[in-house]
Protein backbone atom coordinates (compact mmCIF):
# COMPACT_ATOMS: atom_id res chain seq x y z
CA UNK A 1 0.00 0.00 0.00
CA UNK A 2 1.24 3.33 -0.94
CA UNK A 3 0.51 6.04 1.77
CA UNK A 4 0.33 9.58 0.79
CA UNK A 5 -0.02 12.25 2.90
CA UNK A 6 -1.14 16.01 1.51
CA UNK A 7 0.02 18.76 3.58
CA UNK A 8 -0.38 22.65 3.26
CA UNK A 9 -1.58 25.33 4.68
CA UNK A 10 -4.83 26.07 6.53
CA UNK A 11 -7.11 26.79 3.61
CA UNK A 12 -5.14 25.65 1.17
CA UNK A 13 -7.82 22.96 -0.30
CA UNK A 14 -5.96 20.23 0.73
CA UNK A 15 -9.38 18.42 1.21
CA UNK A 16 -10.09 19.23 -2.27
CA UNK A 17 -6.99 17.74 -3.29
CA UNK A 18 -7.07 14.49 -1.37
CA UNK A 19 -10.69 14.13 -2.95
CA UNK A 20 -9.54 14.11 -6.15
CA UNK A 21 -7.12 11.27 -5.65
CA UNK A 22 -10.10 8.71 -5.92
CA UNK A 23 -8.54 6.10 -3.71
CA UNK A 24 -9.33 6.26 -0.40
CA UNK A 25 -8.84 9.09 1.78
CA UNK A 26 -8.81 9.49 5.76
CA UNK A 27 -9.81 12.80 6.53
CA UNK A 28 -8.75 13.61 10.62
CA UNK A 29 -10.91 16.87 10.51
CA UNK A 30 -14.10 14.90 9.33
CA UNK A 31 -13.08 12.24 12.26
CA UNK A 32 -12.90 14.96 14.78
CA UNK A 33 -15.93 16.01 14.29
CA UNK A 34 -17.15 12.39 14.91
CA UNK A 35 -15.41 12.34 17.94
CA UNK A 36 -17.00 15.51 19.36
CA UNK A 37 -20.64 14.22 18.43
CA UNK A 38 -20.40 10.59 19.54
CA UNK A 39 -17.78 9.71 21.67
CA UNK A 40 -18.78 9.58 25.06
CA UNK A 41 -15.92 8.83 26.81
CA UNK A 42 -13.88 11.57 24.95
CA UNK A 43 -16.60 14.17 25.93
CA UNK A 44 -16.12 12.84 29.68
CA UNK A 45 -12.05 13.27 29.32
CA UNK A 46 -12.44 16.57 28.32
CA UNK A 47 -15.10 17.46 30.70
CA UNK A 48 -12.45 16.07 33.51
CA UNK A 49 -9.68 18.50 31.90
CA UNK A 50 -11.60 21.91 31.06
CA UNK A 51 -15.02 22.03 33.22
CA UNK A 52 -15.15 25.62 32.78
CA UNK A 53 -15.75 25.19 29.24
CA UNK A 54 -17.10 21.58 28.16
CA UNK A 55 -20.43 21.80 29.96
CA UNK A 56 -22.30 18.98 27.41
CA UNK A 57 -22.78 16.36 24.58
CA UNK A 58 -22.09 15.92 22.25
CA UNK A 59 -19.32 18.09 22.40
CA UNK A 60 -19.95 21.86 21.10
CA UNK A 61 -17.50 23.76 19.09
CA UNK A 62 -18.42 26.86 21.13
CA UNK A 63 -17.20 25.40 23.95
CA UNK A 64 -13.61 24.13 22.32
CA UNK A 65 -13.24 27.49 20.45
CA UNK A 66 -13.72 29.46 23.83
CA UNK A 67 -11.40 26.79 26.04
CA UNK A 68 -8.55 28.01 23.33
CA UNK A 69 -9.07 31.43 22.94
CA UNK A 70 -9.10 31.63 27.15
CA UNK A 71 -6.32 29.49 27.78
CA UNK A 72 -3.69 28.89 24.75
CA UNK A 73 -2.72 25.87 26.70
CA UNK A 74 -6.42 24.32 27.03
CA UNK A 75 -5.61 23.26 23.30
CA UNK A 76 -2.28 21.71 24.32
CA UNK A 77 -4.73 19.29 26.50
CA UNK A 78 -7.63 18.92 23.75
CA UNK A 79 -4.87 17.81 21.74
CA UNK A 80 -3.48 15.32 23.77
CA UNK A 81 -6.83 13.82 24.74
CA UNK A 82 -8.48 13.51 20.69
CA UNK A 83 -5.12 12.94 18.74
CA UNK A 84 -4.99 9.29 20.68
CA UNK A 85 -8.69 8.82 19.30
CA UNK A 86 -7.76 10.02 15.98
CA UNK A 87 -4.30 7.73 15.74
CA UNK A 88 -6.97 4.62 16.70
CA UNK A 89 -9.06 5.31 13.91
CA UNK A 90 -6.33 6.43 11.18
CA UNK A 91 -4.74 2.70 12.45
CA UNK A 92 -8.30 1.26 11.92
CA UNK A 93 -8.73 2.92 8.31
CA UNK A 94 -5.11 1.58 7.15
CA UNK A 95 -6.19 -2.04 8.36
CA UNK A 96 -9.51 -1.66 6.22
CA UNK A 97 -7.59 -0.63 3.45
CA UNK A 98 -4.45 -2.89 3.38
CA UNK A 99 -5.10 -3.94 0.01
CA UNK A 100 -5.75 -1.23 -1.99
CA UNK A 101 -3.24 0.05 -3.91
CA UNK A 102 -3.21 3.76 -2.50
CA UNK A 103 -4.65 5.65 0.60
CA UNK A 104 -4.79 8.91 0.85
CA UNK A 105 -4.20 11.02 4.26
CA UNK A 106 -5.31 14.29 5.06
CA UNK A 107 -4.14 14.98 7.97
CA UNK A 108 -3.41 18.76 9.29
CA UNK A 109 -0.18 17.77 11.71
CA UNK A 110 0.69 14.75 9.64
CA UNK A 111 4.55 15.57 9.64
CA UNK A 112 4.07 17.36 13.15
CA UNK A 113 2.71 14.34 14.84
CA UNK A 114 5.19 12.12 12.95
CA UNK A 115 2.33 10.40 11.80
CA UNK A 116 4.06 9.31 8.44
CA UNK A 117 6.92 6.69 7.51
CA UNK A 118 9.60 7.37 5.51
CA UNK A 119 8.22 5.45 2.45
CA UNK A 120 5.40 7.79 2.62
CA UNK A 121 4.94 9.99 0.04
CA UNK A 122 3.95 13.88 0.81
CA UNK A 123 1.86 16.05 -1.90
CA UNK A 124 2.29 19.84 -0.94
CA UNK A 125 -0.60 22.10 -2.03
CA UNK A 126 0.69 25.02 -2.87
CA UNK A 127 -1.82 27.95 -3.11
CA UNK A 128 -2.02 31.81 -3.44
CA UNK A 129 -2.06 33.16 -0.07
CA UNK A 130 -5.16 35.90 -1.07
CA UNK A 131 -7.20 32.89 -2.13
CA UNK A 132 -6.16 31.48 0.73
CA UNK A 133 -7.24 34.00 2.72
CA UNK A 134 -10.63 34.89 1.15
CA UNK A 135 -11.62 30.67 1.31
CA UNK A 136 -10.67 30.63 4.84
CA UNK A 137 -12.94 34.21 6.03
CA UNK A 138 -15.93 32.39 4.08
CA UNK A 139 -15.86 29.35 6.56
CA UNK A 140 -18.28 29.45 9.19
CA UNK A 141 -17.25 30.08 12.63
CA UNK A 142 -14.27 31.95 11.16
CA UNK A 143 -12.06 33.38 14.03
CA UNK A 144 -9.03 35.37 13.43
CA UNK A 145 -7.58 34.45 16.39
CA UNK A 146 -8.00 30.66 16.61
CA UNK A 147 -6.40 30.31 13.38
CA UNK A 148 -3.27 32.19 14.36
CA UNK A 149 -3.31 30.25 17.24
CA UNK A 150 -3.68 27.12 14.83
CA UNK A 151 -1.00 28.37 12.52
CA UNK A 152 1.63 28.52 15.57
CA UNK A 153 1.38 24.79 15.99
CA UNK A 154 1.55 23.78 12.25
CA UNK A 155 5.25 23.78 10.46
CA UNK A 156 5.53 26.33 8.04
CA UNK A 157 4.30 25.96 4.71
CA UNK A 158 8.03 26.55 3.32
CA UNK A 159 8.91 23.31 5.20
CA UNK A 160 6.47 21.23 4.04
CA UNK A 161 6.98 21.87 0.97
CA UNK A 162 10.52 21.35 0.59
CA UNK A 163 9.59 17.72 2.32
CA UNK A 164 7.31 16.87 0.13
CA UNK A 165 7.77 14.77 -3.16
CA UNK A 166 5.29 16.76 -5.21
CA UNK A 167 3.78 20.02 -5.14
CA UNK A 168 0.44 20.32 -6.53
CA UNK A 169 -0.74 24.07 -7.43
CA UNK A 170 -3.68 24.69 -6.63
CA UNK A 171 -5.68 27.42 -8.12
CA UNK A 172 -9.35 26.22 -6.73
CA UNK A 173 -10.41 24.94 -10.75
CA UNK A 174 -11.24 21.19 -10.61
CA UNK A 175 -9.49 20.21 -14.02
CA UNK A 176 -5.39 21.31 -13.05
CA UNK A 177 -5.69 19.50 -9.92
CA UNK A 178 -6.78 16.95 -11.45
CA UNK A 179 -4.57 16.49 -14.40
CA UNK A 180 -1.76 17.23 -11.55
CA UNK A 181 -3.36 14.27 -9.40
CA UNK A 182 -3.26 12.31 -12.33
CA UNK A 183 0.34 13.13 -13.33
CA UNK A 184 1.31 11.75 -9.69
CA UNK A 185 -0.67 8.70 -9.86
CA UNK A 186 1.25 8.12 -13.10
CA UNK A 187 4.36 8.56 -11.51
CA UNK A 188 4.41 6.05 -8.82
CA UNK A 189 2.35 3.13 -10.08
Do not use: C, W
Not at 44 to 50: A, F, R, T, Y
Not at 58 to 85: F, G, R, S, Y
Amino acid sequence: MIKIGVVGDIGSGKTFVANSFGYPVFNADDEVVKIYKKDKKIFLKLKNKLPKYITRFPVDKDEITNAILNNQNNLNKIIKIVHKEVKKKLNFFLMKNKNKKIVILDIPLLIENKLFNKKDLLVFVDSNKKDIDKRIKKRPNFNSKLLNIFKKIQLSPSYKKKKSHFIIKNTFTKKPVKDEVKKIINKIL
